[in-house]
């Protein structure tokens, strides 16, 4: 099955600079992050691949051909985001129905099963339901929507503790029924860190990080202990954030460690989660640009 | 005994040696079925790759064995070969940094053979 390319999309409002030459591959069937801060250009760049919005430059390649204007390739496409794109009076059955004639072959077994465990009422308007319950309506249905790349914009909107969970096991379930590219924008990194394989960062309106997670954590590491120690064992690495509390210093640093280097006594060495990977590659980030 | 992960290495490989320890202490015998990448999945929230690849491992060491249209079985002998790695291990693992931290305690060679002796006469009397 073809990749998805985004070949050096900009997106620029007025004088105001959204996205700068992003380029990169979606696999098909791999779920991957997209992690950015808000306003780093996540749902912009969402929005263009799905061709709800137009880039200043680039293209958006599916195969051989440009997704832009080729319902063949768009069909191929589904995007779930806040955004409401449906009437006032759209029931929860009727965006179904609506996913049903867009992209054929909708599993409404699963979906009456989904709604059923996030005690969504399938005849209630969307514009009716709560924050939480139209996130669970919509996610219902980009999980059953028959379509090989789901863009999920902050799908974890509103959710409770108990939904969420549903949301991630629901995932894994259909994802490996049927084996297809999600990608999920959030701000809740550390619960979507088991469940991607690749990570995107969207940072100040460029791509900081395309890799995988094992590989990025690999790599990723936060070397705590008394200052002077610290400072002496990492003077020749980029440190890309910093804490100190009284006399410990973290420093958090994402390269390859130097096997012939001892780690002294007093200093440890611990992996990061993606969430302090995601934190130290920013703030690393901004630390060049200042 | 459950499965619980923190950053102190790869998933796969926590989710090898999680598995591992489970077979060591008996939790799954040998040729009983152990749990499938969809349960794994599904239940602990990861992509089913990652435990696929940390399942692996345990097949290339022979511990776990596929059978088609089955599932994971914990394959004959496995407990003894756990054994055997952890014997080999035991001095890099356990008595280094015994060793390492009694220097820090100021604790000396006898010192501590006397604690090693007093550990086994407690653990005999709890027995």
């Known amino acids: ?290 | 005994m459950n499965f619980h992960f923190d950053q102190s290495g790869p998933l796969y490989q926590q989710i090898a040696d999680q598995l591992e320890e489970m077979i060591f202490t008996g939790i799954y015998r040998e040729g009983e079925q152990v749990p499938s990448t969809t349960q794994l999945s599904q239940e602990l929230h990861i992509n089913p790759a990652t435990v696929l690849k940390g399942m692996n491992q345990l097949v290339n060491r022979q511990l776990l064995e596929k059978r088609r249209g089955l599932g994971m079985f914990v394959a004959a002998g496995a407990q003894e070969k756990i054994m055997e790695t952890r014997k080999e291990d035991f001095y890099h693992d356990y008595v280094q940094s015994l060793v390492a931290e009694a220097r820090k305690l100021n604790i000396n060679e006898a010192h501590l053979m006397n604690l090693i002796k007093r550990g086994y006469q407690n653990g005999s009397t709890e027995d």
Request: proline share 3%.
């Open chain 1, 1 to 290: 099955m073809e990749a998805l390319k985004i070949n050096g999309v900009s997106k620029r409002f007025g004088r105001t600079q959204i996205l700068d030459d992003i380029s990169l591959t979606i696999q098909p069937q791999t779920i991957y992050a997209l992690l950015g801060e808000n306003g780093a250009g996540k749902s912009t760049l969402l929005n263009i691949i799905n061709d709800r919005n137009f880039p200043s430059k680039g293209e958006v390649v599916l195969g051989d051909h440009e997704v832009h204007n080729h319902y063949p390739s768009l069909q191929r496409l589904y995007l779930m985001s806040d955004s409401n794109m449906y009437g006032k009076r759209t029931s929860v059955s009727g965006m179904f129905q609506l996913a049903d004639e867009g992209y054929g072959h909708f599993d409404y077994e699963l979906a009456h099963r989904l709604t059923k465990a996030f005690g969504v009422n399938e005849h209630a308007r969307l514009s009716n339901l709560s924050t939480g319950l139209t996130t669970a309506a919509k996610i219902t249905c980009a999980l059953c929507v028959n379509a090989d790349f789901i863009f999920l914009d902050e799908p974890m909107l509103g959710l409770d503790a108990n939904h969420r969970n549903r949301f991630y096991r629901e995932l894994m379930k259909t994802y490996e029924q049927r084996p297809r590219t999600f990608v999920i924008s959030s701000h809740i990194i550390n619960e979507i860190q088991s469940l991607v394989e690749h990570v995107f960062v969207l940072h100040d309106h460029h791509l900081i990080a395309d890799e995988d997670v094992e590989n990025l954590l690999n790599r990723a590491y936060t070397i705590s202990g008394p200052a002077d120690a610290v400072d002496q064992y990492t003077q020749a690495m980029k440190v890309l954030d910093q804490q100190t509390v009284g006399k410990i210093k973290t420093a958090y640093v994402i390269e390859k460690l130097d096997d012939q280097q001892p780690i002294p006594d007093d200093v440890t060495v611990t992996h990061m989660n993606l969430q302090q990977a995601y934190l130290a590659l920013t703030n690393g980030e901004d630390e060049i640009n200042e």
